[in-house]
């Protein structure tokens, strides 16, 4: 996939996490990214701009990362969506699994680690 091609959608209630995402994002050259500071929010999102990848919070205002998840895969089954969480335990994990998150990050983490989920879901090359 081409990194022209690809468009972002971070759901999560921190401006800190947002912008960390806004900056490790562009330095990677993509140049579509839409903000979400809510789940309601993110999923109204979500089903405007239809976004290549999801970056969801699981604790969020308003509606959990878990139920966006969920209407998310209504919409597109297919849809690929990390979920972003402070919380490591396998019970979590394995309910974000069995609800169709593609992968699970867990926080805090390096920039690097973005990149490195994005390669590895999207299959891009040629990025740092």
């Not at 022209?4 to 990214?33: C, N, P, Q, Y």
């Amino acid at each position: 996939m081409k990194i022209e091609d690809i468009s972002v959608l971070v759901v999560d209630d921190s401006d800190h996490i947002r912008t960390l995402f806004a900056m490790t994002l562009k330095k990677m050259g993509i140049k579509e990214i839409h903000y979400a500071a809510d789940g309601a929010e993110g999923l109204l999102r979500y089903t405007q701009d239809k976004p290549t990848i999801t970056f969801l919070d699981n604790m969020l205002p308003k509606m959990s990362g878990m139920d966006v998840l969920r209407e998310i895969r209504n919409v597109k089954p297919d849809a690929i969506v990390v979920i972003v969480s402070a919380v490591s335990n396998i019970e979590t994990v394995q309910e974000a699994k069995s609800k169709g998150a593609s992968y699970y990050l867990v926080k805090p983490y390096l920039p690097v680690r973005i990149v490195e989920v994005m390669k590895k879901l999207l299959k891009i090359e040629g990025v740092a």
